[in-house]
């Protein structure tokens, strides 16, 4: 498993109370889908972040509406 996955999973329940699974990650569900609302993503991001000392690009941010394409974009910090 990728060191992204697993921020992104630690993150999620530690401080969204979300139970992530590489199913749901992998299934393109958008944010609300699986509870998690606009703030929430914002705090996801900002803890991913700090997490794995990036610095993401807002602009790409602007286009991310699900958990899978967020972990697609950190890939590439992986």
Known sequence: ???????????AI????IKLTDEI???GQAFKDIGVDSLDAIELVVSVEDELDI???DERLDGIENIK????????FD
Do not use: F, G, P, W
């Open 14 to 17: 530690e401080r969204l109370d």
């Open 1 to 11: 498993m990728s060191r992204t996955r697993d921020a992104i999973k630690k993150i």
């Open 69 to 76: 394409q967020l972990a697609d974009y950190l890939v590439e």
């Open 25 to 27: 990650i992998d299934s």
């Open 55 to 57: 610095e993401l690009s």
